[in-house]
């Protein structure tokens, strides 16, 4: 029995609750943004925190410019009429029984909205004293206790309504937005905007925030427009909102169902409709976290998620942007229920890609997370479908493909798995290993799979020889079966040699061309009937060129390719100009939980 090889999850803890709190908390808190400052540490339930979302995706060896025909902000806010602002009294200078009025007076001016976009410059005076009054809020609720008084609480959540919640606009370029390679378009309003969700978190996190109060501010009202801010292309923006709503999936027990709900019809519409968002990334991290939490028994709620949900995201073009999290997220629920393991890989071979090699290697990335926590048992029900599409891979053009394949081969677990299944899984992999060791173009793929097979012949000798001695019985039936396809065809040939219009039907076709009809412009010297084969085989010798593995590649002597030929090649993302701004200021961006603590498991209010 092979020893499992240990995941990355472990089991649920016993006094979470069923809708995935307690550890869930603490891993998201970790896994939101934390990992990067802790250097991927485990949460307190020991449990391996979700991947973060890269917020940076920087093309750094494209030229960088200054992109002046961008649009200048993603939203455009309702400015206030009245935007003259009159500086406070500083917080700590006021006494404690003028404090509370003081801090609403704060919370009420901060609700004033300034134009970022059209006129920049515009107002820079009362946009600093907003700004101010933001910084000093910040400060005042983290180093202070019993500030966050009940009169406060609807006057916090109004400020950060009107601040923040707003219609997001389409993108620039919706039909061709590639979210790998475009840039994104960044909130010129973000000075404000940080320092309202900074403040915002602040209270969440503070010692003094009772749920039981401020449920009744944030509601499911409160909860839908946050999740709609999720498809913002600013992704500063993006990583403040996952950890604003996993710190309130953690307190407020009574939005949980709520928020998985929303999250699910999110994930509907992005499979089934739009294929187009921008947040399924966080979302995935934020669910990741919570799948952590989840106790034992898996709900029959849960189940139907991970198999209508996650596993249908596997079907979308941009599964690149959010495969690390959607991968973990199918991982966790593997660990906590292993008989879900049979329908997870038969979905995933139901969607595996046909001709996007980049995904498919995401797939094998995927696939051998899953081997590796996968009970013995559950291996034997799906290996055969499974080492059937291993032997497509391995025998993928793509050498990438091929490479990802062959690695399995070096996992421990995986191997010994495949020592105690080999008289099923060798006769499958063989053909292909064979074929491929002799006819791959890539040397780097014969090397790996003489050792795949030198692996199979230290694990049964008799059984490798069986498979060698049936594999070329079946080459030999194979090659009498293309014999005889030759005789009938030679057969067929010399029927038709006896009729009496060959000759007419010859000569008709001697003097037709593909080529010129095809390629009027080409100015061919000779024709290919009139062509030697001393001749192709000199003009092919001529032509022919080396590439780095030492395969003889033919090429077409051609003016305009053999000027391009000089050029290197260079890939889209090399050609795309990189904006200096939205660099300088995605680089300069610090995740919220780098300097937030982890909360402590919520009662149940």
Known sequence: MPEKKEGGGTSANENNTNDGGGGGTAAASTGSAGTAGSGGAENGSGAKPPPPTQINRGKYGSPQVKNNNRRPSSSRFN??????????????????AEREELFIQKIRQCTV??????????????????????????????????????????????????????????????????????????????????????????CLESEDF??????????????????????????????????????????????????????????????????????????????????????????????????????????VRSLSVYHPQLAYCVVQFLEKDPSLTQPVIMSLLRYWPKVHSPKEVMFLNELEEILDVIEPAEFQKVM??????????????????????????????????????????????????????????????????????????????????????????????????????????????????????????AKMLENTSLIDEQYPGLDIEMSPSSMTTSQLNSQQGDNKQTDSNGIVVPSVLNPAEKKKADKPLLRRKSDLPADILTQKSLESYQRADEYLTTPPPSKDA
């Open 113 to 202: 909205l300034f134009d970022f976009s059209r006129d920049v410059l515009s107002d820079l005076k009362w946009k600093e004293v907003k700004r101010d009054a933001l910084q000093e809020m910040v400060e005042y609720v983290n180093s202070n206790t019993g500030v966050l008084t009940e009169p406060v609480y609807p006057e916090i959540v109004r400020m950060f309504a009107v601040n923040l919640f707003r219609t997001l606009p389409p993108s620039n370029n919706p039909s061709e937005f590639d979210p790998e390679e475009d840039e994104p378009t960044l909130e010129a309003a973000w000075p404000h905007l940080q320092l309202v969700y900074e403040f915002f978190f602040r």
């Open 210 to 315: 009772q749920p039981s109060v401020a449920k009744r501010y944030i509601d499911h009202r409160f909860v839908s427009n946050l999740l709609e801010l999720f498809d913002s292309e600013d992704p500063r923006e993006r990583d403040f909102l996952k950890t604003t709503l996993h710190r309130i999936y953690g307190k407020f027990l009574g939005l949980r169902a709520f928020i998985r709900k929303q999250i699910n019809n999110i994930f509907y519409s992005f499979i089934y409709e739009t294929e187009r968002h921008n947040g399924v990334a966080e979302l995935l991290e934020i669910l990741g976290s919570i799948i952590n939490g989840f106790a034992l028994p898996l709900k029959a709620e849960h189940k139907t998620f991970l198999l209508k949900v996650l596993l249908p995201l596997h079907k």
């Open 384 to 505: 055969v479908p499974l080492f059937q599409q291993l032997t497509k891979c391995v025998s993928s053009p793509h050498f990438q493909v091929a490479e990802r394949a062959l690695y399995y081969w070096n996992n421990e677990y995986i191997m010994s798995l495949i020592t105690d299944n080999a008289a099923t899984i060798l006769p499958i992999m063989f053909p292909a290993l064979y074929k491929n060791s002799k006819n791959h173009w890539n040397k780097t793929i014969h090397g790996l799979i003489y050792n795949a097979l030198k692996l199979f012949m230290d694990m049964n000798q008799k059984l490798f020889d069986d498979c060698t001695q049936k594999f070329r019985a079946e080459m030999n039936k194979e090659k009498e079966k293309e014999k005889e396809r030759l005789e009938n065809w030679k057969r067929v040939e010399d029927k038709a040699k006896q009729n009496p219009d060959v000759d007419s039907v």
């Open 79 to 96: 400015i206030t009429q009245n935007r003259e602002l009159t500086p406070l009294p500083a917080l700590a200078d006021a006494s404690p």
